[in-house]
């Protein structure tokens, strides 16, 4: 099972940008569709976007649509979510999320459907 990381989490204003990183290891990023999903307190955690392994296809929640941007970088076993225009409601532990797929184009938002998951890291939007 591949072992994900997340960085570049952080306080800032609202406004503001920031961007999350995930680094895998012990499994190329490159079998995997991997997804960021974030978790407010006493929310349940909510999908946020989508990325398939080729990358050519994206998914991403309405809340953030226009403002967050997910991509992969394949060959240094990472993927990111550039998060632009940030909002207080925007303040949560955001987590990265991985499945081992063959079909290079599946993209999903439901986080049953991820097997790998990542410690997570806070970010916080003050307004």
């Known amino acids: 099972q591949v072992q994900l990381v997340e960085s570049g989490g952080g306080l800032v204003q609202a406004g503001g940008s920031l961007r999350l990183s995930c680094a895998a290891s012990?499994?190329?990023?490159?079998?995997?569709?991997m997804g960021w999903f974030r978790q407010a307190p006493g929310k349940e955690r909510e999908f946020v976007a989508a990325?398939?392994?080729?990358?050519?296809?994206?998914n991403y929640a309405d809340s953030v649509k226009g403002r967050f941007t997910i991509s992969r970088d394949n060959a240094k076993n990472t993927v990111y979510l550039q998060m632009n225009s940030l909002k207080p409601e925007d303040t949560a532990i955001y987590y990265c999320?991985?499945?081992?797929?063959?079909?290079?184009?599946?993209?999903?938002?439901?986080?049953?459907?991820?097997?790998?998951w990542g410690q997570g890291t806070q970010v916080t939007v003050s307004s």
């Open positions: 999320a991985g499945r081992f797929i063959i079909n290079a184009a599946w993209v999903s938002v439901a986080r049953l459907d991820y097997d790998s």
């Open positions: 012990r499994r190329t990023v490159s079998n995997y569709s």
């Open positions: 990325i398939s392994r080729s990358g050519g296809s994206t």
